[in-house]
Every structure is written in C-alpha cells, then in structure tokens.
C-alpha cells in the first residue's frame, strides 16, 4: 500500500519560510518523479515544483520560482519543499504526488497523492 504523508505545514507571517517534507512508502521511491501541488479555497489545483527521478531535475511554478527549492533523499524515502519569502497568496493545502512517465507540471503525470498539509501566510 502506497502512502504518502506531508507534514511541515502551519501558520506564518509574510516573508517567513516553511520546510515541508513528504515521507513515501510502499513504492521505489526512487524510480518516481515526486511533485508537489497546492490548492487555495475556490481556486484549481496549482502546480508548485517537481523532481525528477533521474538525474534530480526540478521543475518550478512560475509563481514560486526564486522562492522555493525542492529536494530529494531517496535513502530517506523523503521529498522536501522549502519556502522562502511566503506571501499571503501562497496559502492553500499543500499535496506531495508521486508519479513516472508524463509532464512534470501536469496532475495527470501522477498517480499518488498524500492527504495534504494546510500552509497558511497571514499579513
């Protein structure tokens, strides 16, 4: 059985960082690219970053470019998302995905999902 469970998320200020972490079993994590979504109230499901499984290329949202990194450690089984300089429009749930083959950017190149960590950025 696959899992996939975020933690990290909470309540911060504008211009404060968060790490998020993904913790992964029941799959070779290290064969699936691993991406990460995000969803505000009343909006679609936003693409936030990816990486790959080969050679660890990572792939950002235009709007989080600059901002946010994400990482890997397949010894751990673990993919992170640090977010820096956070604003108040970065606040939605926050999905750790797992998939192979496809688009990186795209939902559909996934076929695990965790349950999500809220992320919230007050003023």
């Known amino acids: 059985q696959v899992q996939l469970v975020e933690s990290g998320g909470g309540l911060v200020q504008a211009g404060g960082s968060l790490r998020l972490s993904c913790a992964a079993s029941g799959l070779a994590f290290s064969s699936y690219t691993m991406g990460w979504f995000r969803q505000a109230p009343g909006k679609e499901r936003e693409f936030v970053a990816a990486?790959?499984?080969?050679?660890?290329?990572?792939y950002y949202g235009d709007s989080v470019k600059g901002r946010f990194t994400i990482s890997r450690d397949n010894a751990k089984n673990t993919v992170f998302l640090e977010m820096n300089s956070l604003n108040p429009e970065d606040t939605a749930v926050y999905y750790c995905?797992?998939?192979?083959?496809?688009?990186?950017?795209?939902?559909?190149?996934?076929?695990?999902w965790g349950q999500g960590t809220q992320v919230t950025v007050s003023s």
């Open positions: 995905a797992a998939g192979y083959g496809g688009v990186p950017d795209r939902a559909y190149t996934y076929r695990y």
């Open positions: 990486i790959d499984y080969s050679l660890g290329g990572t």
